[in-house]
């Protein structure tokens, strides 16, 4: 079946503009995780979503970060005023089980 | 907060050798991972470890879940040039699905 797929594959937006990232998991999986990859870096917690129950959020850097999930399907990560510290990799995960994660390609994101 | 320390960065090797990378944590995981990461691809999981002590095989590769639950290691032999990447290492903490990721171990292969 489909594996992990995220868009847009490459995003370039200017400093102070908000980006919207889209992740869409493999069907069935119920949890979701969201990642920042720095270039040269290793990969960076940022959120999970877990069925129905609360996100954890712990790992987003600050109130510009969002995440939201509809049910257990589609999932956008929102920036808001980008900052070109912004600039990365944000890679999507999803699971079935407590342990293996399937990474999608990835959203490369430059802020100028 | 929870992390792993990855070791080497990074490793520049002839085609034929074998590799040997790991990873130590000050806290204990209840799984251990390894992923691989090919440029401009999302990571692909290698080897999964669940019990302490464990040693695993996938073809060339092999992995060990550390005894102190602590740490983990992987090799791989008789490398290859399609073996270049960059190698993380993953704990799942207990209790939980956060999953915590080294820094990764760059791998040059030199045919």
């Known amino acids: 079946g489909a594996g992990v797929s995220q868009s847009p594959s490459n995003k370039v937006t200017e400093k102070g503009k908000d980006v919207e990232l889209r992740c869409d998991p493999i069907?069935?999986?119920?949890?979701l995780y969201w990642y920042r990859q720095r270039l040269g870096q290793g990969l960076e917690f940022l959120i999970y979503?877990?069925?129905?129950?609360?996100?954890?959020k712990s790992g987003l850097p600050s109130d510009r970060f969002s995440a939201e999930r509809t049910g257990e399907s589609v999932s956008t990560l929102t920036i808001q005023r980008t900052q070109q510290e912004d600039s990365a990799v944000y890679l999507c995960a999803s699971s079935f089980s407590s342990d293996t994660q399937y990474f999608g390609p990835g959203t490369r994101l430059t802020v100028l | 907060g929870q992390q792993l320390n990855q070791s080497p960065q990074s490793m520049f090797i002839q085609e034929g050798e074998d590799v040997s990378m790991n990873c130590t944590s000050s806290?204990?995981?209840?799984?251990w991972l390894w992923y691989k990461q090919d440029p401009g691809e999302g990571p692909v999981l290698l080897i999964a470890l669940y019990k302490a002590g464990e040693l695993t095989s996938n073809g060339r590769l092999t992995a060990q879940f550390g005894i102190t639950r602590k740490d983990s290691f992987l090799n791989i032999s008789a490398s290859i040039p399609s073996d270049v990447g960059i190698y993380f290492c993953a704990g799942v903490a207990t209790g939980g699905f956060k999953t915590i990721f080294g820094a990764g171990t760059r791998l040059f292969v030199k045919a």
């Open positions: 806290s204990i995981f209840n799984t």
């Open positions: 979503f877990q069925g129905n129950s609360a996100p954890d």
């Open positions: 069907s069935g999986h119920t949890a």
